[in-house]
T-cell receptor
Framework: EDKVVQSPLSLVVHEGDTVTLNCSYEVTNFRSLLWYKQEKKAPTFLFMLTSSGIEKKSGRLSSILDKKELFSILNITATQTGDSAIYLCAVAGTASKLTFGTGTRLQVTL | DVKVTQSSRYLVKRTGEKVFLECVQDMDHENMFWYRQDPGLGLRLIYFSYDVKMKEKGDIPEGYSVSREKKERFSLILESASTNQTSMYLC???????WGQGEYGYTFGSGTRLTVV
C-alpha cells in the first residue's frame, strides 16, 4: 500500500521566517510527487517533481526530490501571512491515482 | 478557465438519509476521483473512475457507492448517511494516463462540507 508521511503536522512562524516542510513516501512504481496548497477551498497545484536533485522554484517557494532516500522538501522563504494554509504532498504510483499525506498546517503570524 | 464543479458547498443531512454528491468537469478528462478530508487524516480516496460506467474502490469505500453515466459527471452516493460520514468531500479529475508535459495532476473541485446529524 502506498504511503505518504508529512512533517511537521503543524507549524507557527513569524512573517519573514523561512520554513521547510517534509514529505517522505513509499510507493509502488513511482511516477511523480506533487505539492498542493489548500486555503479555504480546493487544493491548488504548486509543483510536480519527477527527477531527483532538480529544484523547482516559483517565487519564494521551492521544492526538491530525493528518489534514493524517498523524500521531498518544500521551502518557503520570507514567509507572508498569505502563505498560511495546509500544504499537501501526494505521490502518483499506479496509473493516475494520487496518495496524499495528512498535510502540514502552516500559520504565519505578524 | 477549466473547472471541476461540486453542486453543493455545504450540506446538512439526517442520519439514514440517502445523499447524492454531484461533481461535473468540463475538461473532457477520463479520470475522476472522490476523496474525503478529515483533520489529522488528510485526503483519503473513496472511489475513482477511469471511464464511463467504470469504477474502482479506493481506500475507504465502505458506506459509499458511485455512478458515472456520463464522462463529465461523477456522483458519490451515501446509501444511508451516518454521523461518521460527516466530512469535507473533494472531487477531482485528471486526463487519462495521469499527466505529461504541461499537465498538472488533479484539478480539484471546491469541496462539499457534509454534516450528518
Amino acid at each position: 500500500e502506498d504511503k505518504v508521511v508529512q512533517s511537521p503536522l503543524s507549524l507557527v512562524v513569524h512573517e519573514g521566517d523561512t520554513v521547510t516542510l517534509n514529505c517522505s513516501y513509499e510507493v509502488t512504481n513511482f511516477r511523480s510527487l506533487l505539492w498542493y496548497k489548500q486555503e479555504k477551498k480546493a487544493p491548488t497545484f504548486l509543483f510536480m517533481l519527477t527527477s531527483s536533485g532538480i529544484e523547482k522554484k516559483s517565487g519564494r517557494l521551492s521544492s526538491i526530490l530525493d528518489k534514493k532516500e524517498l523524500f521531498s522538501i518544500l521551502n518557503i522563504t520570507a514567509t507572508q501571512t498569505g502563505d498560511s494554509a495546509i500544504y499537501l504532498c501526494a505521490v502518483a504510483g499506479t496509473a493516475s491515482k494520487l496518495t496524499f499525506g495528512t498535510g502540514t498546517r502552516l500559520q504565519v503570524t505578524l | 478557465d477549466v473547472k471541476v464543479t461540486q453542486s453543493s458547498r455545504y450540506l446538512v443531512k439526517r442520519t439514514g438519509e440517502k445523499v447524492f454528491l454531484e461533481c461535473v468537469q468540463d475538461m473532457d478528462h477520463e479520470n475522476m476521483f472522490w476523496y474525503r478530508q478529515d483533520p489529522g487524516l488528510g485526503l483519503r480516496l473513496i472511489y475513482f473512475s477511469y471511464d464511463v460506467k467504470m469504477k474502482e474502490k479506493g481506500d475507504i469505500p465502505e458506506g459509499y457507492s458511485v455512478s458515472r453515466e456520463k464522462k463529465e459527471r461523477f456522483s458519490l452516493i451515501l446509501e444511508s448517511a451516518s454521523t461518521n460520514q460527516t466530512s469535507m468531500y473533494l472531487c477531482a479529475s485528471s486526463p487519462w494516463g495521469g499527466w505529461g508535459q504541461g499537465e498538472y495532476g488533479y484539478t480539484f473541485g471546491s469541496g462539499t462540507r457534509l454534516t450528518v446529524v
